[in-house]
T-cell receptor, first 109, second 115 residues
């Protein structure tokens, strides 16, 4: 079957670094997406990885290991506005996104 | 273009009534997706279109749900004989697909409450 696992909730301190992990199992693989979703709003795109390695985009970085079925999202210099849910989604062989339940990130001052 | 839009933003209905939602995708996008999301969960795939063709529909979707994209532009999602379990956020997303993955852009969603 197809499955995405990520932690339900994480807490971090303003200014710190946090890593949100995601493991996936899909029928075929066409890449791994991370989205941010603030409460009551629609998801917004953060990153896409299809090759192994780290992609850096400002304060956010995303890593992929295809052999391990593993990805993480790294957030640096955390700000209060980063409090949101972070959704991991893997794209299967039919180019369909298989979504995780999301990780709720709580930032404390 | 201002992105994906959805109407209405909120809908309250009584059990047994029919409801219809509309999605206007980004104009050059050929793929349009419908998802349902409940609190604390990720989006649940419902169906998607490539241009006007409905290419896939979730096996979990009952026959009370139907979607159309008649001219390959806007889409409608209809739920007949609504049930309380249909209460959720209904999200529409669009993307441009030409053989390689592209990110999906989401609309603001329609929040449905069935009383």
């Amino acid at each position: 079957g197809q499955n995405i696992d990520q932690p339900t909730e994480m807490t971090a301190t303003e200014g710190a670094i946090v890593q949100i992990n995601c493991t996936y199992q899909t029928s075929g693989f066409n890449g791994l997406f991370w989205y941010q979703q603030h409460a009551g709003e629609a998801p917004t795109f953060l990153s896409y990885n299809v090759l192994d390695g780290l992609e850096e985009k400002g304060r956010f970085s995303s890593f992929l290991s295809r052999s391990k079925g593993y990805s993480y999202l790294l957030l640096k210099e955390l700000q209060m506005k980063d409090s949101a849910s972070y959704l991991c989604a893997a794209m299967d062989s039919n180019y369909q996104l298989i979504w995780g339940a999301g990780t709720k990130l709580i930032i404390k001052p | 273009d201002t992105g994906v839009s959805q109407n209405p933003r909120h809908k309250i209905t009584k059990r047994g009534q029919n409801v219809t939602f509309r999605c206007d995708p980004i104009s050059e996008h050929n793929r349009l997706y419908w998802y349902r999301q409940t609190l604390g969960q990720g989006p649940e795939f419902l169906t998607y279109f490539q241009n006007e063709a409905q290419l896939e529909k979730s096996r979990l979707l009952s026959d009370r749900f139907s979607a159309e994209r008649p001219k390959g532009s806007f889409s409608t999602l209809e739920i007949q004989r609504t049930e309380q379990g249909d209460s959720a956020m209904y999200l529409c997303a669009s993307s441009f697909h030409e053989g390689s993955p592209n990110e999906q852009f989401f609309g603001p969603g329609t929040r449905l409450t069935v009383l």
